[in-house]
């Protein structure tokens, strides 16, 4: 079947990482841009495949060039609501073709060629025949299938903007519906591959923390192949309705999760929160000097208020883990009326990178709006510290309200420390942890280490004072 192309095309290649040391070209990525789209027409012409710009062998070592996948689809009983499922599919299948790196989706995708795949001959004319085989074959409700690779600047860029477009449109369709409205969500276990303990749960309120799928796009899905990675769930009884708790989802994950994952709770970081595997578009974190909650994207390089960049960040929750303080999540998510509802939604929310908080502008409630800190307004907690008080924002009065719940004899306050923010002591707080670490190694004696998971630091007192 693969007969025509000059390297192995199999799942088994499927997690190979293509290293700086080995890659002949880097396409998309943070350095440039791209994006993929499968779209259902009518009219296609099966097995055409289309190279538009330079080929890899008019590439040279350590180039990075823009990339567009174009995938047009047809079928009798192929469905528009399909393209979505359909499309997050293309990361898997070009992963499994030995020598190509693929990550991420939609516009935010990145891959590398390496060396040894352009020794042996390897084009991108060879990626899209792989692809058009692939996908024959995982959707057999494919017909016709044609594949267009854009690697020429000026019609990537065109290509980026109507992919960007396709996806908007998707995105607010899922915007008509809340979890309230239906009877059942559907989980996805697509990234299992690499994330063994990781389950999506789909909700209208809650698209898929790899941004690309959502409610409507999953239930086109399930009907399309009930034994695939998509599935239904029945919500059954509902435990909270802030948190988004319910009994038989609960189960479900339980059960997909291979047992490690007990609860979830849809819209907290606290707790138990919906675990993580690593396409997610951005992760909300828990600053414990703050009592707040930060969310960082994967387009921002710089440093989170943490200290650590994304990349980190993203290390530490990722893989199917269930990190109290982290969750993963879709930028569509922070869209939602119950975006981290159950932690108190924006006005929990103290710092975000300035370029998500614009595009955000009409989902913000206009009073918190500009008591946000975005990275303009400072990186490091004594930065936003000040930020925050000087706009107002609504977490002052949670800590003023926390703090004022414990009975004064509870709290003591050095003479020495100032009130000032940035100078304060804590006593008593209600119990939440001040910390939190997905691996805390504790060095001991007698020739043993003593590793803790998921652990939670608590203490009685926390005493802040300026370096
Ligand atoms: Fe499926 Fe979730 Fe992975 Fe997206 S992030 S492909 S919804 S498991």
Same mark, same amino acid.
């Given at each position: 079947?693969?007969?025509?192309?000059?390297?192995?095309?199999?799942?088994?290649?499927?997690?190979e990482?293509?290293?700086?040391?080995?890659?002949?070209?880097?396409l998309? /990525?943070?350095?440039?841009?791209?994006?993929?789209?499968?779209?259902?027409?009518?009219?296609?012409?099966?097995?055409?495949?289309?190279?538009? /710009?330079?080929?890899?062998?008019?590439?040279?070592?350590?180039?990075?060039?823009?990339?567009?996948?174009?995938?047009?689809?047809?079928?009798?009983?192929?469905?528009?609501?399909?393209?979505?499922?359909?499309?997050?599919?293309?990361?898997?299948?070009?992963?499994?073709?030995?020598?190509?790196?693929?990550?991420?989706?939609?516009?935010?995708?990145?891959c590398?060629v390496?060396?040894?795949?352009?020794?042996?001959?390897?084009?991108? +004319?060879?990626?899209?025949?792989?692809?058009?085989?692939?996908?024959?074959?995982e959707?057999?409700?494919?017909?016709?299938?044609a594949?267009?690779?854009?690697? +020429?600047?000026?019609?990537?860029?065109?290509?980026?903007?109507?992919?960007?477009?396709?996806?908007?449109?998707?995105?607010?369709?899922?915007?008509?519906?809340?979890?309230?409205?239906?009877?059942?969500?559907?989980?996805?276990?697509?990234?299992?591959?690499?994330?063994?303990?990781?389950?999506?749960?789909?909700?209208?309120?809650?698209?898929?923390?790899?941004?690309?799928?959502?409610w409507?796009?999953?239930?086109?899905?399930?009907?399309?192949?009930?034994?695939?990675?998509?599935?239904?769930?029945?919500?059954?009884?509902?435990?909270?309705d802030?948190?988004?708790?319910?009994?038989?989802?609960?189960?479900?994950?339980? +059960?997909?999760?291979?047992?490690?994952?007990?609860?979830?709770?849809?819209?907290?970081?606290?707790?138990?929160?919906?675990?993580?595997?690593?396409?997610?578009?951005?992760?909300?974190?828990?600053?414990?000097?703050?009592?707040?909650?930060?969310?960082?994207?994967?387009?921002?390089?710089?440093?989170t208020p943490?200290?650590?960049?994304?990349?980190?960040?993203?290390?530490?929750?990722s893989?199917?883990?269930?990190?109290?303080?982290?969750?993963?999540?879709?930028?569509?998510?922070?869209?939602?009326? $119950?975006?981290?509802?159950?932690?108190? /939604?924006? +006005?929990?929310?103290?710092?975000?990178?300035?370029?998500?908080?614009?595009?955000?502008?009409?989902?913000?409630?206009?009073?918190?709006?500009?008591?946000?800190?975005?990275?303009?307004?400072?990186?490091?907690?004594?930065?936003?510290?000040?930020?925050?008080?000087? $706009?107002?924002?609504?977490?002052?009065?949670?800590?003023?309200?926390?703090?004022?719940?414990?009975?004064?004899?509870?709290v003591?306050?050095?003479?020495?420390?100032p009130?000032?923010?940035?100078?304060?002591?804590l006593?008593?707080?209600?119990?939440?942890?001040?910390a939190?670490?997905?691996?805390?190694?504790?060095?001991?004696?007698?020739?043993?280490?003593?590793?803790?998971?998921?652990?939670?630091?608590?203490?009685?007192?926390?005493?802040?004072? $300026?370096?």
């Open positions: 079947m693969f007969e025509d192309i000059p390297v192995d095309v199999s799942p088994m290649y499927e997690g990482r293509i290293r700086s040391a080995n890659m002949f070209v880097e998309a /990525g943070p350095k440039s841009m791209g994006a993929e789209l499968v779209q259902v027409e009518e009219d296609v012409e099966d097995g055409k495949i289309e190279v538009i /710009g330079p080929e890899l062998d008019a590439m040279n070592e350590g180039d990075i060039h823009p990339l567009g996948v174009l995938i047009e689809i047809q079928g009798e009983h192929l469905e528009k609501e399909l393209e979505g499922v359909i499309e997050r599919r293309t990361h898997e299948l070009c992963n499994y073709v030995k020598g190509f790196m693929h990550l991420n989706q939609r516009d935010a995708i990145w590398r390496s060396k040894e795949a352009l020794e042996a001959g390897f084009k991108l +004319e060879h990626l899209g025949k792989t692809l058009s085989i692939l996908f024959k074959e959707f057999p409700l494919i017909e016709s299938i594949i267009s690779i854009l690697t +020429e600047p000026a019609k990537v860029e065109e290509f980026v903007s109507r992919a960007q477009e396709e996806y908007k449109k998707r995105d607010s369709r899922a915007r008509e519906l809340s979890d309230e409205d239906v009877d059942v969500f559907y989980g996805c276990v697509m990234c299992q591959s690499f994330a063994p303990t990781h389950v999506c749960v789909v909700t209208p309120d809650r698209t898929a923390l790899c941004g690309a799928i959502n409507f796009d999953c239930r086109a899905a399930a009907k399309m192949d009930p034994e695939g990675p998509i599935f239904e769930i029945e919500k059954g009884d509902i435990l909270d802030v948190k988004g708790e319910y009994t038989n989802v609960n189960s479900v994950v339980m +059960e997909k999760s291979q047992g490690t994952v007990e609860r979830v709770f849809l819209h907290s970081v606290f707790e138990y929160p919906h675990t993580s595997c690593g396409c997610f578009e951005a992760v909300a974190f828990y600053i414990p000097e703050l009592d707040g909650i930060g969310i960082v994207d994967r387009d921002f390089s710089g440093e943490l200290g650590i960049p994304f990349s980190a960040m993203a290390g530490q929750c893989g199917g883990k269930q990190v109290e303080g982290f969750t993963g999540l879709s930028l569509e998510y922070m869209r939602s009326p $119950k975006f981290l509802q159950a932690d108190g /939604g924006f +006005e929990r929310i103290v710092w975000l990178p300035k370029e998500i908080k614009d595009s955000l502008d009409d989902y913000i409630p206009e009073a918190i709006r500009d008591k946000i800190a975005t990275e303009e307004n400072g990186s490091t907690i004594k930065e936003i510290r000040s930020f925050l008080e000087e $706009k107002g924002h609504p977490i002052l009065e949670r800590i003023k309200t926390t703090s004022s719940e414990v009975p004064e004899e509870e003591t306050v050095e003479e020495e420390t009130e000032a923010w940035g100078e304060t002591e006593e008593g707080l209600p119990m939440a942890p001040v939190y670490a997905p691996e805390l190694t504790v060095p001991s004696s007698g020739g043993v280490k003593i590793i803790f998971k998921n652990a939670k630091v608590y203490a009685e007192k926390v005493i802040i004072k $300026k370096k």
